[in-house]
C-alpha cells in the first residue's frame, strides 16, 4: 500500500465506491446479465464499496440479479415529492422499495440536457435522504467556464446550492462525485492533479461549512472517462475516493478493471 493510501485508511474511514451509471442503455436482458456478471465477481474486491445504476424500469429486474452479491443498486434520478399527481415521476420511497440503496442526483445530463436547477437537485437530495436513500451528487463544469478561470466558483455555487440544508449527520451521509462535464463520455479525463485540486476544494467547503471530522468523512467520487488504464492513478490522489464510471461500466471487465485500480 502506498503512503497516500496508508494515510488514507488511517486518517479516515472513506472506503473506495466505485458506482456504474449505465444512463439510458442496454435493453432487460443485457441489463440483467450485465448486472450478474458484475455480481458474480464482486466478491474479489472486498475493499471497495460497489454499486450499478440501471434505468429505472429495469431496476426491479437488476435488484433481483445483484441479491445476495454485495454490489448496491442506484437509481439515475428521483422526484422530490413522496406521491400525488405527478405524472412519470418516481418517488424515493418506491426506489427504497425496489430495494434501491443509492440515487444518483444533479447528473450533467440533467443539469444541461434537462435543465435541472440546483434548487431542484437540493429538492432531491431531502427527499432522498428522508427516505434513506445515499444521494450521489454531482457537481462539475463546463469547459467554458474552467477555460474563463471558474472551475472554483461553479463548484461552490453547485455545492452551496445543490446540498444546502443539510444537518451535519446528512451531510456525511451524501457522496460527491466531481464530473467535469469536459471530461464526460468525451474520452478526455481530467488529470489526476486537475481532479484532486477539485476534491480538496471540495473538502474545504465541507470543512468551512461543518468541521474537519465531517470533511474527511464524506466521500468524493471523480467521474468522466474513467477507465481501467486511468483509473489507479486517479484513484491514487488524497481526496479521491471513488469513481462514477459511465462508458466503461458497460463491459464487466472494465467496471471491475476499474475497481481493481482502487486497491492499488
Ligand atoms: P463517462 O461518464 O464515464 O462515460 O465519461 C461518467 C458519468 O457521466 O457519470
Request: proline share 4%; net charge neutral.
Amino acid at each position: 500500500m502506498g503512503r497516500k493510501n496508508y494515510l488514507k485508511e488511517v486518517l479516515s474511514v472513506r472506503r473506495p465506491f466505485i458506482a456504474g451509471n449505465w444512463k439510458m442503455n442496454l435493453n432487460r436482458r443485457q441489463a440483467v446479465e450485465l448486472a450478474q456478471a458484475v455480481a458474480a465477481r464482486a466478491a474479489e474486491f472486498p475493499h471497495a464499496d460497489l454499486a450499478v445504476c440501471p434505468p429505472s424500469v429495469y431496476l426491479d429486474a437488476v435488484g433481483q440479479a445483484l441479491a445476495g452479491s454485495r454490489v448496491g443498486l442506484g437509481a439515475q434520478n428521483v422526484y422530490h415529492e413522496a406521491s400525488g399527481a405527478f405524472t412519470g415521476e418516481v418517488s424515493a420511497a418506491m426506489l427504497v422499495d425496489l430495494g434501491c440503496r443509492y440515487c444518483i442526483l444533479g447528473h450533467s445530463e440533467r443539469r444541461h440536457i434537462l435543465g435541472e436547477t440546483d434548487e431542484q437537485i437540493n429538492r432531491k437530495l431531502l427527499a432522498a435522504l428522508g427516505a434513506g436513500l445515499t444521494p450521489i451528487v454531482c457537481v462539475g463544469e463546463l469547459l467554458s467556464e474552467r477555460e474563463a478561470g471558474q472551475t472554483a466558483a461553479v463548484i461552490r455555487r453547485q455545492f452551496d446550492g445543490s446540498l444546502a440544508k443539510l444537518s451535519e449527520p446528512q451531510m456525511r451521509g451524501v457522496v460527491i462525485a466531481y464530473e467535469p462535464v469536459w471530461a464526460i463520455g468525451t474520452g478526455k479525463v481530467a488529470t489526476p492533479e486537475q481532479a484532486q485540486e477539485v476534491h480538496l476544494d471540495l473538502r474545504k467547503l465541507i470543512e468551512a461549512r461543518y468541521n474537519s471530522g465531517t470533511a474527511q468523512a464524506v466521500r468524493i467520487q471523480y467521474g468522466g472517462s474513467v477507465k481501467p488504464s486511468n483509473a489507479a492513478e486517479l484513484l491514487s490522489q488524497p481526496d479521491i475516493d471513488g469513481a462514477l464510471v459511465g462508458g466503461a461500466s458497460l463491459k464487466a471487465d472494465d467496471f471491475l478493471g476499474i475497481v481493481a485500480g482502487a486497491s492499488n
